[in-house]
């Protein structure tokens, strides 16, 4: 199954979409006031423009499959703002990564804005984040990737990174 709406905009709402389904915003997408995109086990989530994450979360979750969230321009995290990716198990699968975040420009993290991201607990699978430029603002542990805790089962590891 595949969605390909010309723009998206969530405001106060939740959108979860099932397991093996497409998601192909032609142009922009905005995620604003408290707003959730909910992908599980997805074969692509893509967007045209670029994507605002604005007091609102994103949730990929790779279950078997290596989730992959394709933004062609910014991908902007601000004001509370939340992107958690779970990685699928890499073994038997194409590629070499459990998720993929392919950023075509800059990801801008800002104001209380956090990327979770989490390994696959029994393998390692692990996320490949691909961007141009990344900037992290927003003052003292405000803003940043966080990863304590969500890595392989089989071992602890613990990777804070916090940019002041």
Not at 77 to 93: E, F, I, K, W
Not at 149 to 157: D, E, K, P, R, V
Request: overall charge neutral; proline content about 3%; some cysteine.
């Amino acid at each position: 199954m595949a969605w390909r709406p010309g723009s998206l905009a969530l405001s106060n709402a939740t959108l979860s979409l099932p397991s093996g389904f497409s998601l192909a915003v032609t142009n922009d997408a905005a995620l604003v006031s408290g707003s959730s995109l909910i992908v599980t086990n997805p074969l692509t989530t893509a967007v045209g423009g670029s994507l605002l994450v604005s007091n609102s979360q994103v949730l990929i979750n790779g279950g078997t499959n290596a989730a992959v969230l394709s933004v062609a321009r910014n991908l902007l995290v601000q004001d509370g703002g939340r992107l958690y990716v779970h990685s699928a198990p890499t073994n038997g699968q194409e590629g070499e990564y459990g998720a993929l975040v392919d950023i075509g420009h800059d990801l801008i993290l800002t104001s209380n804005a956090w990327v979770y991201v989490y390994s696959h607990p029994t393998n390692g699978g692990s996320v490949l984040f691909r961007v141009r430029h990344l900037t992290v603002s927003g003052g003292t542990n405000s803003a940043g990737f966080y990863a304590a805790g969500t890595g392989y089962a089989g071992a602890i590891f613990m990777w804070i990174c916090q940019i002041t």
